[in-house]
């Protein structure tokens, strides 16, 4: 079982920056994807940013250039760098961990939430 705590949500204005933790526990962090997935009041959630094993990185268009995902497998925590946030980065964000024998993130964490103001 995999335990993911998310931390580092606020409401900050529009430019401004976040960054989000994730601790895991409960696996081999370091053998896992991770990637930070958002959702949107009425809207569908949507995968923001992941990390593979190894280190590849993927952004959606909306965040590329803005945001950086890293993780300290020491630390067993995944990172979610926000830069030049706007309003419609406002959602909750969930950190999310997919096992090496999956092909989905089986296990997710509670959720923080991210409000920009304009």
């Known amino acids: 079982q995999v335990q993911l705590v998310e931390s580092g949500g606020g409401l900050v204005q529009a430019g401004g920056s976040l960054r989000l933790s994730c601790a895991a526990s409960?696996?081999?962090?370091?053998?896992?994807?991770m990637g930070w997935y958002r959702q949107a009041p009425g809207k569908e959630r949507e995968l923001v940013a992941a990390?593979?094993?190894?280190?590849?990185?993927y952004y959606a268009d909306s965040v590329k250039g803005r945001f950086t995902i890293s993780r300290d497998n020491a630390k067993n925590t995944l990172y979610l760098q926000m830069n030049s946030l706007k309003p419609e980065d406002t959602a909750m964000y969930y950190c999310a961990s997919k096992p090496p024998y999956s092909d989905y993130y089986d296990y997710w964490g509670q959720g923080t939430q991210v409000t920009v103001s304009s």
């Open positions: 409960g696996s081999i962090f370091s053998i896992n994807a």
């Open positions: 990390i593979s094993s190894g280190g590849s990185t």
